[in-house]
């Protein structure tokens, strides 16, 4: 089946919704923002129809012109290697950004899809721009996001050299704990958005390992898995697993 990708222009203001109501402004807002700007920046958000699952939010080699805050759904980024196939380079929550990868070259570095039916909040650049020159702690949120990019950089990277696949399963499952915690959600009991093809590829794993490493897992009585639903049941064991001890 063909993947579009969702029309970026036709984006309208939803009056219903604003950053000084949404629940989740604190994961996506500078704290240090006075109601007053709060609204500024909410004026420039675009909300439009959600993104249906398996639907392009943008591609690589677009033209990059907005940030995309994930609102509700989950989306995965990836890029494509040298051999010309897909590489999964991340999977964000709600709450979380994307599009920061455009920054740097005008273009966006990966594709990003919807795994799941998806609303996202549009963030035009040039006004984020324009905006940060009157909100000096919007620059700064824009330069900590970023910051925050590169480390997850460095995390992935870390976690593509652990040596084993229950170190890196371990360490993707305490991962979604803990954003899921950020959320005020349970940290021990989630969905996975991912298919465990996605899982595999973003962990540099087999799905035949990583099926095998779930099953360990359950075995052990360290998870419990019920379709998509995971439920930690011992997270110091999985910290152990993970070597974050």
């Keep these: 089946m063909t993947q579009t990708t969702a029309p970026q222009n036709n984006c309208r203001h939803d009056t219903q919704t604003s950053c000084g109501t949404c629940r989740l402004n604190t994961l996506c807002l500078p704290l240090s923002l006075h109601l007053d700007d709060v609204e500024q920046l909410s004026r420039i958000v675009q909300r439009g129809r959600p ?6 939010l943008y591609r690589a080699e677009e033209r990059f012109t907005s940030l995309f805050a994930i609102r509700s759904g989950a989306v995965k980024a990836s890029t494509l290697n ?5 590489q999964v380079t991340g999977f964000y929550l709600p709450g979380e950004l994307v599009g920061l990868d455009g920054i740097a070259g005008n273009r966006y570095t990966n594709t990003v899809l919807a795994l799941e039916t ?13 905006l940060s020159l009157k909100i000096p702690s919007l620059q700064r949120n824009v330069f900590q996001l970023l910051s925050r990019e590169i480390t997850q950089d460095q995390q992935l990277i870390s976690l593509l050299s652990k040596s084993s696949a229950e170190e890196r399963v371990a360490t993707l499952l305490l991962s979604l704990s803990n954003r899921h915690q950020r959320r005020q959600l349970s940290p021990h009991r989630y969905n996975l958005p991912m298919s465990r093809t996605d899982i595999g590829n973003f962990l540099g794993l087999t799905i035949e390992t990583v099926s095998r490493v779930f ?10 898995v019920n379709r998509k639903e995971v439920t930690i049941l011992q997270l110091e064991r999985l910290r152990t697993l993970a070597s974050q001890r």
């Design 215 to 224: 099953g360990r897992l359950q075995q052990q009585g360290v998870i419990a």
């Design 51 to 56: 993104l249906q699952k398996g639907e392009a």
């Design 82 to 86: 040298e051999q010309g196939e897909e």
């Design 118 to 130: 998806a609303s996202v909040c549009e963030i035009p650049f040039e006004q984020v721009e324009e």
